[in-house]
């Protein structure tokens, strides 16, 4: 078994992982945002209603939060084990060879970081907008029914 392709694929399937969980937060965040700025809550009957509306997709991007350091750190154990799996097929032991490969290895939990942050400052930034939208729904409600 060729050990740099298992290295490549275990890199590219990793880093390409969270490149696609990064774009697809940054996507539904920026879904969400255009979505707030053009609602209306005059026209939902009742707030549960507007809850569903306005909670919608802000899952997964909690999700992808939550979840990219554990798959970047992923990355890395299967990264340190291919350098050890390298070492220990290897008759010769190169310092700068082995520091090389782990570091290396950790950049996957470095892009699962950078995944992680925007996406949980995405998700912490929609669900303060969740609040205000439902509280201007209370405000409508109190001066719908005091009319």
């Not at 970047?72 to 154990?77: A, D, F």
């Not at 990264?79 to 390298?86: C, E, N, W």
């Not at 996957?108 to 439902?134: C, D, K, S, W």
């Amino acid at each position: 078994m060729n050990i740099e392709l298992v290295k490549d694929a275990v890199d590219y399937g990793i880093i390409g992982l969270l490149g696609v969980m990064s774009f697809i937060a940054f996507w539904f965040w920026i879904e969400r945002l255009l979505f707030y700025k053009g609602i209306d809550v005059s026209h939902f009957e009742t707030k549960e209603e507007l809850e569903i509306a306005l909670t919608n997709n802000i899952n997964i991007i909690s999700t992808f939060g939550s979840n990219a350091p554990y798959i970047g750190l992923l990355g890395t154990v299967f990264g340190i084990i291919i350098t050890f799996y390298a070492m220990g097929q290897s008759n010769d032991l190169d310092v700068k060879i082995i520091m090389t490969s782990l570091a290396l290895a950790l950049k996957a939990t470095a892009m699962g970081l950078l995944v992680a942050i925007p996406a949980t400052v995405f998700y912490n930034h929609l669900a303060r907008r969740i609040e205000v939208v439902l509280a201007l729904w209370d405000i409508h409600q109190k001066k719908k029914n005091a009319n």
